[in-house]
């Protein structure tokens, strides 16, 4: 690779940084491939292949998880129903979340709100977090069973 090249795949890299960072704060959001490329001025064709390579996954994709990682999260509070939760992680659509859902995590959303509620009751928050996060293409998750005396 000559210089210019490396420079413009650095250039790159930190605008991908940037797009999945803008993903990561603002998931709520309707966000768009479109409107993500236009923020870091790139094509979205371009943006799309270049964040796959760089992250292993499409931009949607990861906008997905972050979602269902935060509705995992509502979940496990337990006071928060489907309907809800799809709304409040920025989906529009109630059987979109579910398929995402279930895709991602291997059970739908309300099996996994029964479950989830008390089997991370006694793990640290950080602990939880790490065992229950949703991630592509491994086995479905079942959720542990609340260990009792």
Excluded: W
Aim: hydrophobic share 35%; glycine share 6%; proline share 7%.
């Amino acid at each position: 690779m000559t210089e210019s090249t490396n420079e413009q795949r650095l250039l790159d890299l930190a605008r991908l940084r940037r797009v999945r960072d803008r993903i990561d704060r603002d998931f709520v959001q309707p966000l768009d491939v479109e409107a993500l490329a236009r923020g870091v001025h790139m094509s979205a064709g371009h943006l799309s292949r270049e964040f796959k390579l760089a992250y292993g996954e499409s931009p949607y994709s990861y906008l997905m998880t972050r979602r269902i990682e935060r509705a995992m999260a509502l979940f496990r509070r337990g006071d928060v129903s489907v309907t809800d939760a799809c709304f409040a992680v920025g989906c529009s659509s109630l059987g979109t979340f579910s398929t995402r859902f279930t895709e991602l995590v291997g059970v739908p959303p309300s099996v996994y709100r029964r479950q989830s509620a008390t089997a991370t009751a006694e793990m640290p928050s950080c602990v939880s977090k790490q065992v229950t996060r949703p991630i592509r293409a491994r086995q479905p998750h079942v959720a542990p069973s609340p260990v009792g005396p």
